[in-house]
């Protein structure tokens, strides 16, 4: 198979680009339809949420709005125990209903504690919608409301997701090549 060369490591195709848009595009469905009249709020966790949620709310044809927070737990190609707090919330979420919108959950520690410090800002309901989802590595108990595609215990880049600061860019995702 064809591979591509992402920093210094190798990567192959594993979701193209048509099977993410007909993924999200089911998503889109179901919260136009359980969000109707609710108004919802989404918070897109930067930084690689940024390319799912500029095509999920694009498909979004209910009134809402959007905004961006950032916490960030990860460097290389393995997942820090080390947990950042939530920067850059400007919005008042109190009686909101909040969707989150992150581009993958891997252990859960980062959105574990996100969720538990958003609790305490009163929004209406938080759901949580996520593109992709390393089953295999999840070691917290939260539930993905609305969920694109559940994905192998592998490293990805592509679509929004990088190693190292490289491969936001790619419009498919890649699969790391194990040497
Ligand atoms: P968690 O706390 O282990 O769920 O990790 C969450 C964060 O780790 C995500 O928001 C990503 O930024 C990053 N991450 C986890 N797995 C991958 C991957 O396969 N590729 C790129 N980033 C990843």
Same mark, same amino acid.
């Given at each position: 198979?064809?591979?591509?060369?992402?920093?210094?490591?190798?990567?192959?195709?594993?979701?193209?680009?048509?099977?993410?848009?007909?993924?999200?595009?089911?998503?889109?469905?179901?919260?136009?339809?359980?969000?109707?009249?609710?108004?919802?709020?989404?918070?897109?966790?930067?930084?690689?949420?940024?390319?799912?949620?500029?095509?999920?709310?694009?498909?979004?044809?209910?009134?809402?709005?959007?905004?961006?927070?950032?916490?960030?737990?990860?460097?290389?190609?393995?997942?820090? =125990?080390?947990?950042?707090?939530?920067?850059?919330?400007?919005?008042?979420?109190?009686?909101?209903?909040?969707?989150?919108?992150?581009?993958?959950?891997?252990?859960?520690?980062?959105?574990?504690?996100?969720?538990?410090?958003? =609790?305490?800002?009163?929004?209406?309901?938080?759901?949580?919608?996520?593109?992709?989802?390393?089953?295999?590595?999840?070691?917290?108990?939260?539930?993905?409301?609305?969920?694109?595609?559940?994905?192998?215990?592998?490293?990805?880049?592509?679509?929004?997701?990088?190693?190292?600061?490289?491969?936001?860019?790619?419009?498919?995702?890649?699969?790391?090549?194990?040497?």
């Amino acid at each position: 198979m064809e591979t591509i060369k992402v920093k210094d490591k190798e990567f192959e195709i594993s979701i193209d680009a048509n099977t993410i848009d007909a993924a999200i595009q089911k998503m889109a469905v179901e919260i136009n339809h359980d969000y109707e009249g609710k108004h919802p709020l989404f918070l897109a966790v930067l930084n690689g949420s940024f390319v799912f949620a500029a095509d999920l709310i694009r498909k979004i044809t209910i009134p809402c709005k959007i905004s961006f927070v950032k916490l960030s737990s990860y460097s290389g190609t393995a997942s820090t =125990e080390n947990v950042k707090e939530l920067i850059g919330l400007s919005e008042d979420i109190r009686g909101r209903h909040v969707i989150i919108v992150e581009d993958i959950v891997d252990t859960g520690l980062t959105l574990d504690k996100f969720l538990q410090d958003l =609790e305490k800002l009163l929004p209406a309901s938080v759901k949580l919608a996520c593109f992709t989802f390393k089953k295999e590595a999840f070691k917290k108990s939260f539930r993905i409301d609305y969920l694109g595609i559940t994905i192998p215990n592998e490293f990805i880049v592509g679509y929004g997701l990088d190693y190292d600061g490289y491969g936001r860019n790619l419009p498919d995702i890649y699969k790391i090549v194990k040497s």
